[in-house]
Structure formats: C-alpha cells, structure tokens
C-alpha cells in the first residue's frame, strides 16, 4: 500500500536548522509532484514547498530564501532543508505526493518545535 514516512523533526532553537526526508513507497514516486505542507495549532493545514516530477520547485512566501525542497527519484525519497528557523515555523509537517486524477497522499507528519 501507499507510504509516506517522515522523519527528521524535533527541537530546534530560532535560527538554527532541521532537515525533514519523505520516504515513499507503493507509488511511481518518479511521476508524482512531491510537496510539504504544515499545519500548527488551530490553523489549517498550508502549503510549505512543492517539486514537481521535472525538478521545478515552488515556495510559500513566509519560507522562501530559507527552505530548500528537494528530491532524489533514485531513492524515492524528498527532502526539505530548513534553516533561519523561527518560532512561526513550528508545526506539524506533512510530506504529501499528487498526481492528477487521483486523491492526494499524505504522511502521518512529524512535528517541528522552534523555540528557546
């Protein structure tokens, strides 16, 4: 069946960096646009960063010149480089794979902290 593992999440002080990997499973991940996406206390969930299956990235404004999404169709896996990290940033992250004409698939999350 379809998986999407996260890892990486934790603790971090402001500024400083995580590195978030999606580990993908029972799909042709090579044909699926890879994204993450976050949702924190009592907001919904919004879109972080997107790779589509050609390597052209996308970024929410709030993130941009300070996420790095990227992916590697090799080990079907997609990573998310975070540094300059604030406090704002805390929120659990969902890694997330879509291709048209079918239901989006989404990772159980893991949870990001950023706080001194």
């Known amino acids: 069946q379809v998986q999407l593992v996260e890892s990486g999440g934790g603790l971090v002080q402001p500024g400083g960096s995580l590195r978030l990997s999606c580990a993908a499973s029972?799909?042709?991940?090579?044909?699926?646009?890879m994204g993450w996406f976050r949702q924190a206390p009592g907001k919904q969930r919004e879109l972080v960063a997107t790779i589509t299956t050609g390597g052209s990235t996308n970024y929410a404004d709030s993130v941009k010149d300070r996420f790095t999404i990227s992916r590697d169709n090799s080990k079907n896996t997609v990573s998310l480089q975070m540094n300059s990290l604030k406090p704002e940033d805390t929120a659990v992250y969902y890694c997330?794979?879509?291709?048209?004409?079918?239901?989006?698939?989404w990772g159980q999350g893991t949870q990001v902290i950023v706080s001194s």
């Open positions: 997330n794979a879509r291709i048209s004409s079918y239901p989006d698939k």
């Open positions: 029972g799909i042709i991940f090579k044909v699926h646009t």
